[in-house]
């Protein structure tokens, strides 16, 4: 994916003389009056980021088995957990060869709201997919259904959350999620839950352009200032005029379909025009533009080029946040983080041997210089009540697929933030069921089965305050998304030599019973 | 040993023997019958699935037509002329939105007519100001299920940033359109700006019948006059006034989507379209635009619904500057440009570097290959060539210098003919070799053409299977290392049948396009180890028949003997045109365009079949 962004306003988000976004700004943007003190209180933020392909080396993805020191059985295996170690070697703080970051990054306070979560598995063959690791199994290559056929498609669970009658209430946000890349599915009309499950598009073509669409119409008016009365006669006209057309009684029920998802959306803007929106803190002025495009020479195997355009996108991400712009961001990622010059797709999908070297260092380059870092930012804004803004937050790292390219198992699954404390953090999960190893191979590395990526999912949604009752309509089911594959004959074919007794059927009944809770030792 | 992910582009998963057969789509499980019987019913997926998905009742986003069989004509059979049989149940799609193209289009055009004096200037900023807006650009949706490929057409899914954005720009172009008084004066006419406020309302109603029939391409009745009309408040031509009304017209359902309510049902499941609608589709089609004065006024008078008058309208249609803009369009899309690499992001890669030398590619140099097959389309269509002639055309389109040296030749001023350029046709133009990287990509080169070009849709890999890295070796061709590591049973189904031959006739020409006889290898530090010849001789398989080959001409040959790509070309432009993927009920049409096709009409005759076909002149009832 292609980027384009504006050096100066990295530099404006950074602060004068490179200093960090937040510590110079973003604390002076929350001075929340008390009575928006309490309305804040209970908001939750969530982020989630997805890198393609998988072939995430287990050896070096994950920490110690030894650091998993407690053991308790769980949907019908034993589960392990253990505390995250905060000790840093050499200024560094090693979690796992992926895992690394620097120790002033990396800090005790942070490790503290981290979890690193190993043995939650997409339990289809995981094909290409656009949403498939938030939920929507309907658009992934290679089929899911036991024929082969897509699986359901269902909202993801970023899409999920912004309409959530809970998440965002009454409230008016300038984007309901944050958008990047190819991963955020809705309905058509996603208010109602009704009509075709359909791709949501990026929120803005470049990192500027998004910068503007949230606080382009209040900067403009200057900092802090309230901005001009909207006039809502020509919105109210457009409404008027669609459902003029409706009550025509000419369209067809398919057609008048169509009619009511964009009357929908009308009312959409219709809100965010009629209603503020919310805004509690100061906006930031907006900066001037010097646009770099980064497909300039170089860009596609220049990784610090790469973790610096990432980081504009997170920055505003975080400004976003920090003033109830939005409150969920979602993005797939299509940067390699590498210096390879080879083909990476054909990296992607060699052996463990190939990959390995080039591989974590992409991953621990992303972990410490995009996603540790983000976090470190929401940690840096205060909210107020001794709390930060990542104490409030969800946010989330994962891939597309696992140990190899198109494996469900063996996916990291690194989070940080309590979600205002639904969630406890500082931990290494370990939900592997070592009765349930799919041996090494001369292609493939080790992995075994776990608990299903279904409750993975289910966890953000009650994490950020989204019941049950509110997500598990739309399919069905206790576990989000309702769908449980009917083997894995396809996606173990040819991998004869390699399988354990009952293989076929890896995710028990027990298992998906326990899709709906929330993680072990989580909640 | 796995195959890349990027060869799973269907969604179905047949045994490896499908690569030995005829290949189409095996995920679908539906019935379908031929032009005399009743509608394909598709028995798998879901109706709400956004790509692919659903029964026989399309969806938006999908793209439409569910998973219903692709239809690949393999013979030149002229269809019958008539309408075929009824359907069982309904296939078009709820109403189109407009293309992002077309939307652009459109304001452009609106603009262009509604401000006599200054609307060329105005007309030339709207992109910029759609942009602005944040209207989003349309995502290539391949209708086949594949992750690659598709057409922005077919997607059909409406995004809040389509609603916001338009609004924004309604917004902004009722203000530029009303921000002087010669303006206000050029766009609604002097009475709007003289003293006499008593002809102010008749000088308004007068503006939104003009102004409405551009933007809603149908005429305004009394009920829509006093609608739109009732926007503009007690001081109806002040300039504040009539930029609301400009931009509640411009964000009309009947300007933001293709409202076709018919005249009347002919057949059982089937309405004709109104003059109005008719020539809306005529334009939006042709020139993603509106009718035009001539075409209008045919509607207006209703001609446009007599067959021969049609019939002359599609053909001067097609000789519009327009429409050869849109056949760019189109076959940018077909041929995949959006998936040529950047040249320029290997440049830190020593063997890369010293495999281009003294040619540096920059980031212009991706762009100048996509224009240079631009430039062929152009050419093409505008001298009456034809999609063989298209595709064996060897002539430099280049107006790059810098491209134009990689055929070692000299760019093209764009007027006078073009200079020749040996050993080359489609499929070995830049766009088409050029890897970007230090290896060719075979395997890449040769799905683009089997499954783009040719339009056959490959199994996906068996699941446990693994790539390896296709490593830069400083011994072995790319054509050993590649052909070596698809050996395995597992593989060598699909790869050594199918895939790699197509990548293997082009292999005469480097990671950035040039022509080769041998291939320089070196070592990681980019120091030359041995020169090898390269090998472009195969066996290609075309639609179940073999064929030894010596490189890219014989394979060309054998392809366009067979008819796979004008069939190819048939399916894809209907995609285009409908803007879902067929059904049993389109196959006369699809056969249609490939009968011409196959048949050396030129590009703009080829291209008006599907409007001269009966069933684009009506809409499927719901």
Redesign the interface.
Known sequence: MKYVFAQNRRQFLLGVGGASLALPILPSLLRVPKAEAQALAAQKYFAYMELP?GAVVQTEAFPADSMATEMKSYAGFTVRRGALPSTPTNGEVQLSGMLRAPSTLLTPGLLAKMNVIRGVDITH?P??GSGQSLGNF??????VAA????G??SPTIDQVMAWAPSFYGNTTVAERVIVVG?IS?AN?NPAAHT???????????TNV?LFD?LFGSQTQTGSGSAPPPPNT???D??V???Q??ISSG??????Q???D??LQ??F??QKKLSQPTQSFGMIPPRPGMTTV?S???????DPAAQVANINLWTDIAAAAFSVGASRIFTANLTETFS?Y???W???????EA??TAQYVKANQTFFSGVFAEFARKLDAISMGDGTTLLDASLISWAHESGS???YGTGLPLITFGSARGALKTGQYLDFRNLNKQLPKTA??EASWHGLAWHQWLGTALQAVGVPKTEYTGLSGGSAYPDFRPADLN??????MDARYPGTETPYTDAVYAAAGEVLPWMG | ??????F???????LLAACTANVGN??N?GSSSGPNGTAATGT???????????AN?A????GGGGNSAPILPTQATLPPAELPPALAA?VEL??RRLSAAQYQEVLKEIVRRALPTDGGAVANAVPDLV??S?Y??D?LANLD???HGGLLRTDQ????????GS?TAA?KLGVELTNSQARLTDLVGSCATDADASNDDTCLTSFVQRFGQLALRRSLDAGDVD?YK??AGTTPVAPGSIA?VV??LL???DL??S?E?GSGMVAPGRITLTAHELAARLALHFWNSIPNAELQALADSGDILKPDVYKAQVAKMALDPRAESTAREFFAQWFRMKEVP?L??????P??KAIVGDFLP??QTRQDALDEIDGLVSYTYKNNGTLSGLANDNHAYSRSPELASLYGVPAWDGVSAPGIIPNRNLLTRVSFTASG???T?PIQKGVRIVNGLLCQILP?P???????????SPNSTTREVVDGLTSPA?CAGCHHTLINPFGFVTENFDPIGRERTTQQLYDAMGNPTVAKPVATDATIQIAGETHMVSGAPEALKYILESGQMEGCFAQQYFRFAFGRKEVEFDRYIIEQLNYFARTNANLGDVMQQVALRPEFQLRM??
């Open positions: 392909h063959y094909g290409h309907g658009d992934v290559t290679g089929g024929d082969g056929g897509p359901p498609s190819d599915w058509s009509g075709a499950i359909q791709r949501v598009s990026q929120s803005a073509p352009a669409k006669l020509l919105v006209k457009v008027a005029n669609y003029r057309l000419k369209l067809s029920s398919v057609d379909k169509r009619i998802d964009h959306r009308v959409e803007l495009d497909s300039s020479d170089g860009y596609d195997v210096d010059v080879g083909d797709h054909d990296l992607a999908h060699s052996s190939d990959r190899n390219s198109h292609t493939r396809d996606l173990l074919a040819g991998d | 040993m796995r195959i890349p992910k990027f799973r582009i269907v969604t179905a998963l047949p095996p995920r499980t798998g997926g879901s109706s709400s699935i956004a790509t692919g998905g659903g009742v969806t938006p986003g999908s309904a709820p109403m942009k602005a944040l989003p650009e995502i299920g594949g992750r899914a409406l995004q809040q940033a389509h609603v916001d609004y917004q609608f009732s926007i609301n931009a509640l964000t009309a359902p933001m989507y409202i309510l950047e320029n992001s290997r440049l830190t890669d063997v890369f920059t980031s990287l230090a290896n990509r996906p068996p699941p446990a299977a693994m790539a390896v890295v296709i490593e830069v597992s009832a719901q």
